[in-house]
Nanobody, 122 residues
Framework: QVQVVESGGGLAQSGGSLGLSCAVS????????MAWFREAPGKERELVAL???????NYSDFVKGRFTISRDNAKNKVDLQMNSLNPEDTAVYYC????????????????WGQGTQVTVSS
């Protein structure tokens, strides 16, 4: 019953911008970390950016300075603003959300969206 739905993927030109959004619903516990991962053809899934419940961010070196992650805790949403895109950014982008019981460290859940395709042309 937990839903993780991404939106905003599509085609962009090199040097252009694209914004991704992710909405999470149906979780039993509060959402802790939220993040965006991506998986390019022939590559393993890698972290793009992560944001904690309090707003602390962590970016991969290859997107730092170009991408911005943000979240709205009240709406259980996380966004990724992508600027200065290049063809190497072409990948399927996945939304990630972690939840857990603050009173029990052994109770933890991780959820993934279905992914949204981002294609950057030359």
């Amino acid at each position: 019953q937990v839903q993780v739905v991404e939106s905003g993927g599509g085609l962009a030109q090199s040097g252009g911008s694209l914004g991704l959004s992710c909405a999470v619903s149906g979780t039993l516990f509060d959402i802790r970390d939220m993040a965006w991962f991506r998986e390019a053809p022939g590559k393993e899934r890698e972290l793009v950016a992560l944001i904690t419940r309090s707003g602390t961010t962590n970016y991969s070196d290859f997107v730092k300075g170009r991408f911005t992650i943000s979240r709205d805790n009240a709406k259980n949403k996380v966004d990724l603003q992508m600027n200065s895109l290049n063809p190497e950014d072409t990948a399927v982008y996945y939304c990630y959300a972690q939840t857990g019981d603050d009173e029990d460290d052994d109770v933890e859940y991780m959820y993934w969206g279905q992914g949204t395709q981002v294609t950057v042309s030359s």
